[in-house]
């Protein structure tokens, strides 16, 4: 499989950048991960970032083929969403955040997301898939109370309904189970900075151009540029799918990669083991 990943994150007229992203790649698999502080909260990009961190000990470290991409992705969001409310226990508000991740394997793609930092699926200059925001405004437009005009403008549009840190019980998370990418399909993971204020069009040119890098720091600059001076952080991360054959396994490649079963079902147990623990230590709170 080969691709081209790229990401960008800049601070608009912001004091500080809550945004936090990264692309993250172990054997045949990446990880696509983007965080979007709440500025409503104190200290926003500590939940950002933990996001971060939680989310890349838990790639390294788990055997996900083993786990199943969806199980995966919800157990280490939730993971995050623990830890974030860790981070909150000795200060006067827990910090929050927004997320997005996606993971691509053999060219199949799982994402989920909480809150409303996006993914939006592209291929041949359309697009086939954008998640759904967990937000006030999504809400009222999914049940014909709003149209998607108005939302742009409405007074509440910054409002989530679900998030990592919020509450003690876990956010609701949307998870897309693996789905089939073609050559030259493209992934944006971007925060609410860059899709509030880009016409949907504007991504189009992400899965034609010959320099991603080069096309989304435009897109950046132009988003910057339109909202100047009340920009707020803008992040995205981006895959292009540029040859989708696949290497296929010799036999025992796959041992040679994990290392034997034993260790295996002890990486698994280990997971289960943290699992139980955070469970119990929210049923604490």
């Known amino acids: 499989m080969k691709y081209v990943a790229v990401q960008s994150s800049r601070l608009g007229d912001r004091a500080s950048n809550q945004d936090r992203c990264a692309i993250l790649k172990k054997n045949n698999t990446i990880l696509l991960l983007l965080a979007d502080g709440m500025g409503g909260r104190k200290r926003g990009e500590l939940a950002a970032q933990k996001f971060i961190d939680v989310m890349s000990d838990a790639f390294q470290h788990t055997n996900i083929t083993a786990m199943g991409e969806v199980d995966f992705l919800r157990r280490s969001i939730q993971y995050a969403h ?6 909150g226990e000795n200060r006067v508000q827990t910090p929050c955040t927004t997320c997005v991740c996606c993971l691509v394997h ?5 994402w989920a997301h909480c809150g409303d930092s996006r993914l939006y699926h592209l291929r041949a200059n359309e697009i086939l898939f954008r998640t759904e925001d967990h937000s006030y405004v999504a809400h ?7 149209s998607s005009t108005e939302a742009r403008t409405h007074p509440m549009r910054h409002y989530v309904t679900s998030c990592l840190g919020i509450n003690k019980k876990f956010p609701h998370i949307s998870v ?5 990418l073609l050559q030259n399909d493209v992934l944006l993971l971007c925060t609410d900075g860059l ?3 880009t016409p949907a069009s504007d991504f189009h040119a992400l899965g034609s151009c010959r320099n991603l890098e080069r096309q989304l720091e435009t897109l950046m ?10 920009c707020d952080n803008v992040s995205a991360v ?22 034997p079963a034993s260790e295996l079902e002890r ?17 604490k709170k």
């Open 238 to 259: 981006v895959f292009k799918l540029i040859d989708a054959v696949t290497t296929h396994r010799t036999a025992g490649s796959e041992t040679n990669a994990t290392g």
């Open 176 to 180: 897309q189970p693996p789905v089939p």
């Open 267 to 283: 990486a698994v147990q280990e997971i289960e083991t943290a699992w139980s623990r955070y469970q119990q230590e929210f049923n």
């Open 106 to 110: 053999e060219n199949r793609a799982s």
């Open 82 to 87: 623990a830890e974030i409310r860790l981070l």
């Open 140 to 146: 009222l437009v999914r049940h014909n109370a709003l």
């Open 221 to 230: 600059e132009q988003v910057t540029r339109r909202n100047y001076p009340h």
């Open 195 to 197: 899709w509030q204020s």
